[in-house]
């Protein structure tokens, strides 16, 4: 049997529902997103490669009446890519995140030499991140269609025009090792000064929050990894030195989102005992989630939103005259100040979660140039 006949006894659906590309693309994606939830992919997952779609049939709207799925061309995801980059940079602009300067720079890309058929992108993209995401989600609808669709439609040639495309690195933003020690004094404290700054929130939420952020700059987790944290997996632990003397620390273990397994870190008791004290008096009992949310006089043992977490930490960081957001710059933060202690680069990648030390060098020490003559003028001081 050839291989084209394999393909025909499996393949289930017509490439075209003959409504127009609207429906044909609705249709493939939610077949798309059933096969990866049939894989076991968890709802975060589920839920972004839904989120990558959307754009994608916005946009496709304008075409809907002139072609259907199997007129998707090259040309055609390179136009989107493009419409998706100036619908951010609107967006950007309204909320004066960039200037006119910056904007009227992303729509000059419109003009770019693009090359054959006017798909083998030349030009500098500035939100490669998120293009790089709905791209990459594309890419797996289109592999998926041609592996499933009656009339043996191959979308793959497409592919080859967009393997390199060229991005503006932006610098990588973090919290200085200052402002990270700020931070946690400022945390310390926090269940002593909230209500100046919520006057309606609680005490329970005021030392839940304060520890979450402490977790942040101490353990240097990523955000969700801390939020769904149990308290189960925060367990008392020590370690006898040579001198004899004891010293208190937590072992929490984390459940890593990238990988599912678990990886533990320590943190010394001094620093967060209150709180995590605090915390097992009130929840009902350690199988709670550190974050659970409280209502109707009862905790539900669901986490909090994510949002809310981003919302209070980057509130924090302005507090204390950081302006700077977010939860990952903190955890860039810890990463950088580890780093510039001594702290070895293997252990350093094992704490965050990297399986490779490569990862930790690309993204914390290479473009953090402070740190990189910090180690060299140590390196210096050790040869004398």
């Not at 989120?51 to 390179?78: C, W």
């Not at 709905?134 to 797996?140: A, E, M, P, Y």
């Not at 929050?209 to 769904?228: F, K, P, Q, T, W």
Request: charged content about 30%; hydrophobic content about 35%; proline content about 2%.
């Amino acid at each position: 049997m050839s291989p084209q006949h394999f393909q025909d006894d499996l393949a289930e659906w017509d490439l075209c529902t003959g409504k127009g590309l609207i429906s044909d693309l609705d249709a493939w994606r939610d077949r798309y997103i059933t096969e990866k939830v049939a894989q076991g992919v968890s709802d975060k997952t589920r839920k972004s490669y839904g989120e990558a779609l959307t754009p994608l049939i916005e946009f496709a709207h304008q075409y809907d009446r002139v072609m259907d799925l199997d007129g998707l061309s090259a040309k055609f995801v390179n136009n989107y890519l493009m419409w998706y980059q100036e619908h951010l940079a609107s967006k950007d602009l309204e909320a004066k995140k960039i200037s006119n300067e910056e904007y009227h720079q992303v729509l000059s890309n419109r003009k770019a030499n693009r090359g054959k058929n006017d798909a083998k992108l030349s030009i500098v993209y500035r939100y490669e991140k998120s293009l790089s995401h709905r791209l990459t989600v594309l890419k797996q609808l289109l592999l998926f269609i041609s592996e499933n669709n009656k009339e043996n439609k191959d979308f793959t040639p497409i592919f080859k025009y967009f393997t390199k495309i060229k991005v503006q690195k932006r610098s990588t933003d973090f919290v200085t090792e200052n402002e990270l020690e700020e931070l946690i004094d400022f945390m310390k404290h926090w269940p002593e000064v909230y209500k100046k700054h919520f006057s309606k929130s609680s005490q329970r939420y005021a030392y839940r929050n304060a520890l979450i952020v402490l977790l942040y700059c101490l353990s240097g987790a990523r955000a969700d990894e801390v939020i769904s944290l149990r308290m189960e997996h925060i367990k008392e632990s020590e370690y006898k030195d040579d001198h004899g003397t004891t010293h208190l620390f937590y072992t929490i273990a984390y459940h890593t989102t990238k990988g599912d397994k678990y990886r533990e870190v320590v943190v010394r008791r001094e620093e967060i005992e209150p709180f995590v004290e605090y915390m097992r008096a009130i929840l009902p009992d350690s199988s709670y989630v550190l974050s659970s949310t409280y209502t109707n006089g009862t905790y539900t043992n669901k986490k909090m939103p994510d949002v809310d977490m981003w919302k209070f930490t980057t509130y924090a960081l302005k507090a204390i005259g950081v302006n700077k957001s977010g939860r990952h710059i903190i955890r860039r933060g810890y990463a950088t100040k580890e780093l510039a202690d001594g702290k070895d680069l293997a252990i350093v990648a094992m704490e965050l979660g990297h399986t490779s030390t490569n990862t930790t060098f690309s993204a914390y020490v290479k473009n953090n140039p402070e740190l990189m003559m910090k180690r060299e003028v140590e390196g210096m001081k050790t040869k004398f």
